[in-house]
């Protein structure tokens, strides 16, 4: 899904500014299926006010520049049922980390275990974050989102602590 579509599909939810858009992208748990940064979300923001999708009010802020707060438009709303109704694209999973673990045996041990040890502990946020969220949806659609993603996370940590060891060892015969 494009950060526009993405900015689209937020602002159904509430008007937001782009910082809002961000922090529900990430906080919400989104951000296991799409990504969308600052880079990108101000320009989209941009764009889909200059076509007129979504509205701008800035708010004033003591000792603050004002803030722009963004409001979805009817031919937004319409724009992104288009874009829901398009045929739905093949899921690419690009991994950093995989890639390094396709090339683990050229790799010093501690690498390795480095390597294995962070995505773990990020895979280990990202879960506890979407678990402490299923109490606060409020769609079917975030309910299922919300799962998928937990079973998306806890399947990995699974899968990652029950062949950590043979990378290591991998990695250890290596050197």
Partial sequence: MDVRTICLG???????TGYEIKKRFEEDGFGHFAEASF??????????TDEGLVSVREELQEKRPD????SI??????????????PVHEDRNRSAFAFAMLFSHLLPRERVVALLESYI????????????????????????????GRTIYAAMLDYLRQHRSGMTACAEAAE
Avoid: C, H, M
């Fill in 121 to 148: 502990a990020d895979k280990e946020v990202r879960l506890a974050r979407l678990t402490a969220r299923t109490a606060d949806v409020q769609t079917p659609g975030e309910s299922f989102v919300n799962g998928l």
């Fill in 67 to 70: 803030r722009k707060v963004y």
């Fill in 10 to 16: 937020l602002l159904t939810r509430a008007d937001a």
């Fill in 73 to 86: 438009t009817d031919k937004g709303r319409a724009r992104f049922l288009e874009a829901l109704n398009r």
């Fill in 39 to 48: 880079g990108s979300i101000y320009p989209a923001l941009s764009r889909l």
